[in-house]
């Protein structure tokens, strides 16, 4: 499955973004899903986990209370509604799959990368 994120771009601290990961193929509502993000000089970390179903997610500590993670299998899309931005969220936000169809937050265990969107918040 190929993966296309977008929706990201420069805001002011307390703004909100919401990013978008469209996949292509009929397979989508398989995998499970999640967002990751990389600052500069920074290791990749977890922000948002997805199940296959969308009844079950989880979050960074960093994030929780302020984005929430979706799915629409019949748009084959991926969300993250990102609220109350702080300028520690700027990153590049990339959208992953994984076959287990359940929430993980390991990034080892994605094996299908989007290209990544630039989000930047300013204080």
């Known amino acids: 499955v190929q993966l296309q994120a977008s929706g990201g771009g420069l805001v002011q601290a307390g703004d909100s973004l919401r990013l978008s990961c469209a996949a292509s193929?009929?397979?989508?509502?398989?995998?499970?899903m999640a967002w990751f993000r990389q600052a500069p000089g920074k290791e990749r970390e977890f922000v948002a986990g997805?199940?296959?179903?969308?009844?079950?997610?989880s979050y960074a500590d960093s994030v929780k209370g302020r984005f929430t993670i979706s799915r629409d299998n019949a748009a084959n899309t991926v969300y993250l509604q990102m609220n109350s931005l702080k300028p520690e969220d700027t990153a590049i936000y990339s959208c992953?799959?994984?076959?287990?169809?359940?929430?993980?937050?390991?990034?080892?265990?994605?094996?299908?990368w989007g290209q990544g969107t630039q989000v930047t918040v300013s204080s």
């Open positions: 997805i199940n296959r179903s969308g009844t079950s997610t």
């Open positions: 992953a799959t994984t076959d287990f169809g359940s929430v993980l937050t390991g990034a080892k265990l994605y094996d299908n």
């Open positions: 193929g009929r397979t989508f509502s398989l995998y499970g």
